[in-house]
C-alpha cells in the first residue's frame, strides 16, 4: 500500500513534531513525504506534478498542526488549485481511496468537549475534510490527533511513533489482530537487512505469543456471551 | 455600528456575486470593505494596519465563496498572521465584538445535510469560524447563505439586497421588528439626501403600516396563546 503525506506547516523546518513523524513514517517502506509549503515557497503548485502522483497513492494523508481550528494556508491553496472539479468530480480521480488527518494541537484534547475551552470537538472541526472526501468519493479515516508533542516523555514518543505508522501504513479497519499482523510483517522486513536478527526475532514471537493470548480472551468472552443468550 | 466586512476571493474581480454584495453594502453608511487578496497581493499582510482597523468594528464580517467547504487560502493567511495569541487572547482585542460569515455556494442548500450531496450542513462545516469566535469572546451570528446567484432573478437578487445590507449593518437579533425598524431609519437617512422625498416617504408609511398590521396580529396570537394554557 502506497501512502502519500501532504505535511502543511509554515515554519516546518523549527517543528519538531513534523521531524519526529517523518523520521517515524520514513522508516517504513512505501511513505512518501512532501511539505508543501517547501516544495512550493511562492505558492506556484505545479498541478500536474500532484495530480499524477496522487493516482498512485491509496492513502492520502492531510498532515498539519491546528491553526485557528483548521490546516495551514498552504494546504487551503493545495486544495483549491490542485483538486479541480474535473479532477475530483469528472475524473473521479480519488474514488476509494482513503483520507487520514494527522493533526497535532498545542491544548489538551480533553478541552475539545462541549464545557472545554475550545467547545467544539475534533470530528467537528475536521468537518470540512470529511466532507472533502465524501464529494471524492474516498473513505475517511478517524482523525489522527498528535497532542501536545512537546510536553510528551519518551515512552509516550514511543508509543505515539508505533501508533502514527500503524496510522499511515497499516491496513483499515486499525483492530488489534490487524495492527499485531501488520507490526510482525513489518519487523519481518527489518530482519532481512538487519544483523541482531535474534533480538528481533524474539519481539516478534513475544508480539505473536500475546496475540495468542489475545485470542483465547476474545474466544473465551464469545463463549460467555453465547451462553446468557 | 460599524460593520468591516472582510473578503477572501481569489477572483474578486471577475465576481458578479461580491460586485453585487459590495454595491449593496457601500450604499449604506459604516460599511468598510476590504478585499485581501487585492490589498494584499503577495500575501504580505500589514499585520498593525489590520489589527488596529478591526478594534474600530463593531461587527466583522468573512465574506467568500466556499472552496472546498472551507474560506479561500487568503482568509487562512489572513487569520494566521494578523489574529494573534497575544492579540486575541491576552489583549481580549475582539471580544464582545460580533462575527457573521457570508458564504456563497454553487449547489443548493438543500444538498447540505444528510442524505444531500454535500451530506454535512452549513452550520457543521462553519464550525472552525464558530470555535475561534468562541475562543475570542465574539458573539457569532448565524451564517448568511448566499445561493447559487448566477440563477437568481431581479426579485431575488433585491430579496438579497435587502437580507444582505441588514445581516451587515442591523443590530442583533434580526428580529422582523428590528429589521423593519432598522429600514426606515435607512430610508429616512436616504431621503434627506433625495429629491424624490414623497416616494421614500410613501415606502416608509407603507412598512409601517405593515408593522402595525404584524404587531395587532402579534399581540392577538399571544391572547390566544395565554387563554390556551
Redesign the interface.
Known amino acids: 500500500m502506497k501512502t502519500q503525506i501532504l505535511v502543511s506547516h509554515?515554519q516546518i523546518k523549527g517543528s519538531g513534531t513534523q521531524k519526529f513523524l517523518e523520521t517515524t513514517g520514513k522508516y517504513f517502506s512505501n511513505n512518501f513525504f512532501e511539505s508543501i509549503d517547501l516544495t512550493y515557497p511562492d505558492?506556484d503548485i505545479d498541478i500536474d506534478t500532484e495530480q499524477d502522483r496522487l493516482r498512485e497513492a491509496d492513502r492520502i494523508i492531510f498532515q498539519f498542526p491546528m491553526?485557528?481550528?483548521?490546516?495551514?494556508?498552504?494546504l487551503?491553496?493545495y486544495?483549491?488549485d490542485v483538486?479541480t472539479r474535473k479532477y475530483v468530480e469528472s475524473q473521479r480521480a480519488l474514488r476509494d481511496k482513503e483520507l487520514g488527518i494527522v493533526v497535532s494541537i498545542g491544548d489538551a484534547l480533553s478541552q475539545f468537549q462541549l464545557g472545554g475551552?475550545?467547545?467544539?470537538t475534533l470530528s467537528?472541526?475536521m468537518?470540512?475534510?470529511?466532507?472533502?472526501a465524501?464529494?471524492a468519493g474516498m473513505k475517511f479515516l478517524p482523525i489522527f490527533p498528535v497532542e501536545q508533542f512537546s510536553y510528551m516523555d519518551e515512552s509516550q514518543r514511543l508509543k505515539l511513533a508505533s501508533d502514527y505508522a500503524a496510522y499511515i501504513g497499516a491496513e483499515q479497519p486499525f483492530s488489534l489482530v490487524g495492527r499485531t499482523e501488520w507490526l510482525t510483517s513489518q519487523l519481518e522486513s527489518i530482519m532481512t537487512k538487519r544483523e541482531n536478527k535474534t533480538a528481533i526475532k524474539l519481539i516478534i514471537d513475544s508480539i505473536n505469543d500475546r496475540k495468542d493470548r489475545i485470542d483465547d480472551l476474545q474466544e473465551n468472552i464469545k463463549l460467555i456471551r453465547d451462553e446468557e443468550e
Open positions: 509554515p505558492g491553526y485557528w481550528y483548521q490546516a495551514p494556508d498552504s487551503s491553496r486544495m483549491q483538486f475551552s475550545e467547545h467544539f467537528e472541526l468537518a470540512p475534510y470529511a466532507a472533502f465524501n464529494k
